[in-house]
């Protein structure tokens, strides 16, 4: 199977009086991919984000499938990304790694990709309107409220981070837990014959891996219907 390309996506955060607030960018309705979606700012990685300017040959066994100069390239990506789509700087070095997210095989067009969290400078967003037609600050629990009830459209990526977000107290704890353990990978699968279901498992859930993980094993994502609701045993 051929390569994926890579991409990242920041997650940026800011202290507020209820507790984090994160940003999010909504899609035109229209064009383009993730149409009418509310976002993270992110987007591929251009052979310019390695050192060199070529891209790494995804030969490192790190499982995602990523050379082992994709990460700082995927790095530099981001903060490139910020930068074109909210007028925001941020230092590379200051972001951490959170996630990496590889799509179903379904998928139309497959990236892995990176997620990083960080916290937002400050400045005032200014949006390109090419990519994204509004921006909001708010915190998770307020997005995955609005989402539940058809207010505003997410990806199932988007959906699982800020659902890993509802406790955070500070952007300083979510950096600090950041930095104490591996990133997760979520490589996706969509649960096949699910009577109408629309189900995406993930590592540790029985369906995921039949006859690997214990039979009560859980780590999916339900999206039949609204509210969508994660199901992870430990």
Excluded: K
């Amino acid at each position: 199977m051929p390569a994926m390309d890579a991409a990242a996506t920041v997650v940026l955060l800011r202290d507020a009086p209820e507790g984090p607030e994160v940003l999010l960018l909504e899609r035109p309705r229209d064009t383009g991919s993730f149409a009418g979606a509310w976002v993270f700012p992110g987007g591929r990685v251009d052979p310019e984000d390695y050192d060199d300017g070529a891209p790494a040959d995804g030969s490192a066994g790190n499982g995602t499938g990523a050379g082992e100069r994709e990460l700082p390239a995927a790095r530099r990506a981001g903060v490139r990304e910020v930068r074109e789509e909210t007028g925001l700087e941020l230092d590379p070095a200051a972001l951490v790694e959170l996630s990496c997210w590889i799509p179903p095989a379904q998928a139309p067009r497959r990236f892995h990709t990176w997620f990083f969290v960080g916290q937002a400078s400050d400045g005032t967003v200014v949006l390109n309107p090419g990519e994204h037609v509004a921006h909001a600050w708010l915190t998770p629990r307020e997005v995955l409220r609005r989402h539940g009830e058809g207010e505003l459209l997410l990806m199932p990526p988007t959906w699982v981070t800020l659902h890993g977000l509802l406790q955070a107290a500070s952007v300083d704890a979510v950096l600090a837990q950041a930095r104490r353990s591996r990133p997760a990978v979520f490589r996706s699968r969509m649960l096949d014959d699910a009577g109408g279901a629309r189900i995406i498992t993930w590592s540790g859930d029985a369906d995921y891996e039949p006859g690997q993980a214990p039979p009560s094993g859980r780590n999916r994502l339900v999206m039949t219907r609204l509210p969508w609701v994660y199901e992870r045993t430990s």
